[in-house]
């Protein structure tokens, strides 16, 4: 701790802060890296751990730059601490699975690194050394932002949205510091003692803290929403099954108690395939019945291999008239769609449907009434549908 001035201002180490920002830097990395050895599922934790440690290397001589070669002190530990900054945004891109060019990963350290050590602009001041390291960082911090973002959209994850808050929050010190070494070129260096420095070097040491974890809690908010999808779906033909169709079942009862339409559909004479021409073609048709079946169904409709080769979906916000259309639709594509026959040829197949309104009796009893209707279409000739009057 240092004292300022006889009205006893105690500001924190600026060194303390550093070497306690290299040890937390080290604790995340060694995290990351130990989780990543434990499951293998997610390379960018390993991208991020080695980022974390080489961070921590970076701060570690940063703390100690005064006892150390000046080369260490400030071009090797300030490439590191930019090896950081790229490495994060690299594991981001990583984690959803679009890798960057080579270039971009090991440019902006090299610059860095050679800028402090060959050009003597640089070299000799303080002021352009932190702009550089400074701008370095806040690029590829707003480049996390901005690639966040879009990927939310595709994926949303809570702890990608506080992930993208805490980048928000690093360009308080990665903006901060340019903005008053610009205002104040004597109090540039982060260790000058005086509040300011100490309450940015502390941010700073919070911030890498929680975005380390924060790359934690992401990776197994993943794995947990695949786990969870994974028990609701059909592996074969990409569907829900019964299970994941219920859950949605209860979802659509919440938002709109009485605007949803069951439909049961069986394929005919599938037991007749299977012995015929394997179970290879029978698996074929199923995928091909649920990709038709996907194609014809409206947007916001689900759909759900129910077991065998019996599928269910339920469609919100329609009445059963208007889904008699949908169900005549997916009759006629699936009678055309043909699949190849495992040894040559081709096959197609025909499939029979049953539509019932969802009452005030609730999902199961209108799987019910679906599946009477479904058995009723069949009697009438297969290839075709049942709308129940109930």
């Known amino acids: 701790m240092s004292v300022a001035s006889a009205g006893v201002t105690l500001v924190p180490d600026a060194r303390t802060l550093w070497l306690s920002t290299s040890v937390i830097c080290a604790v995340c990395g060694i995290a990351q890296l130990v989780v990543w050895f434990g499951r293998h599922t997610e390379r960018a934790l390993l991208v991020w751990g080695s980022s974390c440690l080489i961070g921590g290397a970076g701060s570690g001589l940063f703390a100690f730059r005064d006892s150390l070669p000046e080369v260490l002190g400030y071009p ?75 990927d939310q959209r595709r994926e949303p994850l809570l702890q990608r949205w506080i992930l993208l808050g805490l980048c928000t929050l690093w360009l308080i010190p990665l903006l901060g510091r340019p903005i008053r070494c610009v205002a104040d070129r004597d109090r540039c260096d982060l260790f000058y003692p005086d509040q300011t420095n100490a309450a940015v070097t502390a941010l700073i040491l919070g911030l890498t803290g929680a975005t380390g974890v924060t790359l934690v809690l992401m990776v197994n908010e993943r794995l947990a929403r695949n786990l969870i999808e994974a028990s609701a779906s059909d592996a074969h033909t990409g569907t829900l099954n019964r299970q994941g169709m219920m859950a949605t079942a209860e979802r659509v009862i919440r938002e709109r108690p009485r605007a949803a339409v069951v439909l049961m559909m069986d394929l005919d004479r599938f037991k007749d395939t299977n012995d015929r021409h394997g179970h290879a073609a029978g698996d074929r048709l199923l995928v091909a019945f649920a990709d038709v079946a996907r194609r014809c169904l409206p947007p916001g409709a689900a759909l759900a291999r129910w077991g065998g080769e019996e599928f269910c979906a339920l469609v919100p916000g329609m009445t059963p008239q208007a889904v008699a259309t949908v169900a005549e639709r997916i009759c006629v594509a699936y009678a055309a769609e043909t699949v190849d026959v495992p040894g040559g040829g081709t096959l197609s197949g025909t499939v029979s449907i049953g539509v019932s309104a969802l009452a005030d009796d609730g999902f199961p009893a209108a799987v019910d009434r679906a599946d009477q209707a479904l058995y009723e279409a069949k009697r009438r000739g297969r290839n075709g549908y049942h709308v129940t009057d109930e």
């Open 76 to 150: 090797v530990a300030n490439a590191l601490i930019t090896v950081y900054w790229v490495a994060l945004w690299l594991g981001m891109r990583t984690f959803s699975r679009q890798p960057p060019p080579p270039a971009v990963a090991v440019a902006p350290p090299i610059v860095v690194a050679l800028a402090f050590e060959t050009v003597p602009w640089v070299a000799q001041d303080p002021t352009i050394r932190t702009l550089i390291v400074a701008l370095t960082g806040t690029w590829f911090a707003i480049a996390i932002i901005v690639d966040g973002a879009r």
